[in-house]
Nanobody, 123 residues
Framework: QVQLVESGGGLVQAGGSLRLSCAAS????????ASWYRQAPGKQRELVAA???????NYADSVKGRFTISRDNAKNTVYLQMSSLKPEDTAVYYC?????????????????WGQGTQVTVSS
């Protein structure tokens, strides 16, 4: 079964750093585009960072210069390095990816979401 599993969330003081990981498991052929979203209590889910299959990256204005999205294609893993964290970064962070995976003998593209990982930044 294909799935995305996030890890690396936790409690950190303002100004600190965390690195989130999103590992794709199952019969994965490759990760195409991948993104990190977050959702704070009472707010809509928002896009934080995105990377294309070619390695390009885009960021929300609120995290530019502080967050870095990267990928290790050999490990089928996407990362989000978060630095200079602020209390307003507190949210559940979700990984989203367009994966090419085997279904039997066939390759199929599909979008997947991880289960989310909590990031809490204390002031």
């Amino acid at each position: 079964q294909v799935q995305l599993v996030e890890s690396g969330g936790g409690l950190v003081q303002a100004g600190g750093s965390l690195r989130l990981s999103c590992a794709a498991s199952g019969t994965i052929f490759k990760i195409n585009a991948a993104s990190w979203y977050r959702q704070a209590p009472g707010k809509q889910r928002e896009l934080v960072a995105a990377t294309t299959s070619g390695g390009g990256a885009n960021y929300a204005d609120s995290v530019k210069g502080r967050f870095t999205i990267s990928r290790d294609n050999a490990k089928n893993t996407v990362y989000l390095q978060m630095s200079s964290l602020k209390p307003e970064d507190t949210a559940v962070y979700y990984c989203n990816a367009d994966l090419t995976a085997y279904t039997g003998a066939f390759l199929r593209d599909a979008e997947y979401w991880g289960q989310g990982t909590q990031v809490t930044v204390s002031s």
